[in-house]
């Protein structure tokens, strides 16, 4: 299975599709609502509320919509992965991976404002894997600081990713403080097109739900979210120490880029302990960068007969999660 994956072949998407439907096909059969928990920001609610008034408070379609948008992200992602020359030759190893991780817990399979965050993140994550090569990235890092901002109208505690790109230009580019200070005015200038209108549609009352920031520190007492959390936290671990070994080898630009996917992970795992009501749903925005690690435990593994091995025991756990654990 995983020489399938390893392959650069466009045909592999075809496989790639099928695999999503394997394991994730519980979730078909047992679909979930959309997430509305507290944490949500405007655009969020008038997304959601504007899909019921479409096709009505429906699990399925919803579930359906959250298990294609896990795989146009493995896509994107695998586009990214390849077209930066991440690993040797073009792999679809990420898009497996990313489709694998996801599927350790149930909420991350259930439509949220992360998985909205996550889309967004793609493009930022390109963008930001762009920063070596440009002159000037003024232009850039006020678009990245304008998606975070649109980003944080779904999300409020996802702003805290701008902590992603004032590293990532430290370790792309030197200190320019203009740089910084054009990411920060695209993070408000959302904000502040959004408080404009209220104000002039006389909604002013609605810019209390705009900002929606508070510190967690939370009690995991279920299983399976330890379960999703050890696992992923296995593969990122496991992915770095064995990058370790190519790392010296790789162009100045590949190592940059690897170093950014680590602070993206840190980040994102920090987020949810911000949100206003913690939901671990929302650990599915560090699935992403991690999935780039576990990709390269794979592609590490030049043995078939194990990376095969670990493959089927972590696919396994999935099932045995979904089907025969209450």
């Known amino acids: 299975m995983i020489k399938f994956f390893r392959s650069g072949n466009p045909l592999t998407v075809l496989l790639l599709f099928l695999y999503m439907l394997f394991i994730k096909f519980y979730y078909l059969l047992h679909p979930s609502l959309y997430l509305a928990d507290g944490s949500e920001g405007l655009a969020y609610k008038w997304l959601v509320g504007w899909l019921e008034g479409w096709v009505g408070p429906s699990p399925m379609f919803f579930t359906f919509l959250a298990l294609m948008l896990l795989f146009v992200q493995s896509l994107l992602l695998t586009r990214i992965v390849n077209n930066h020359r991440l690993f040797a030759k073009d792999t679809y190893l990420t898009a497996m991976c990313y489709l694998l991780l996801t599927s350790l817990l149930q909420s991350w399979n259930v439509f949220s404002p992360a998985l909205i965050v996550n889309t967004v993140m793609l493009w930022i994550f390109s963008s930001i894997t762009d920063l070596y090569m440009r002159n000037s990235a003024r232009d850039v890092s006020f678009n990245i600081g304008f998606a975070l901002g649109v980003c944080g109208l779904f999300y409020f505690p996802s702003v805290l990713f701008v902590a992603l790109l004032f590293l990532s230009?430290?370790?792309?580019?030197?200190?320019?403080?203009?740089?910084?200070?054009?990411?920060?005015?695209?993070?408000?200038?959302?904000?502040?097109?959004?408080?404009?209108?209220?104000?002039?549609?006389?909604?002013?009352?609605?810019?209390?739900?705009?900002?929606?920031?508070?510190?967690?520190?939370?009690?995991?007492?279920?299983?399976?979210?330890?379960?999703?959390?050890?696992?992923?936290?296995?593969?990122?671990?496991?992915?770095?120490?064995?990058?370790?070994?190519?790392?010296?080898?790789?162009?100045?630009?590949?190592?940059?880029?690897?170093?950014?996917?680590?602070?993206?992970?840190?980040?994102?795992?920090?987020?949810?302990?911000?949100?206003?009501?913690?939901?671990?749903?929302?650990?599915?925005?560090?699935?992403?960068?991690?999935?780039?690690?576990?990709?390269?435990?794979?592609?590490?593994?030049?043995?078939?007969?194990?990376?095969?091995?670990?493959?089927?025991?972590?696919?396994?756990?999935?099932?045995?999660?979904?089907?025969?654990?209450?």
């Not at 010296?248 to 170093?259: T, Y």
């Not at 696919?315 to 654990?325: E, G, W």
Request: proline share 3%; net charge positive.
């Open 169 to 326: 230009l430290l370790i792309m580019r030197a200190f320019r403080l203009a740089e910084w200070i054009i990411g920060l005015l695209g993070i408000i200038c959302p904000f502040y097109l959004l408080g404009t209108w209220l104000f002039l549609t006389d909604r002013w009352d609605m810019i209390a739900d705009l900002v929606n920031l508070r510190a967690n520190l939370p009690i995991i007492t279920d299983y399976k979210v330890w379960g999703a959390l050890i696992g992923t936290a296995l593969f990122f671990v496991t992915g770095w120490l064995m990058l370790q070994r190519t790392f010296k080898k790789m162009l100045i630009q590949g190592r940059k880029i690897w170093a950014t996917v680590v602070i993206y992970a840190l980040v994102a795992t920090l987020l949810p302990l911000f949100s206003g009501h913690f939901s671990a749903t929302y650990w599915v925005l560090a699935v992403m960068p991690v999935s780039l690690f576990a990709a390269n435990v794979f592609w590490s593994i030049t043995n078939n007969t194990v990376a095969n091995a670990v493959h089927i025991l972590v696919l396994a756990y999935v099932i045995v999660m979904q089907y025969f654990s209450h």
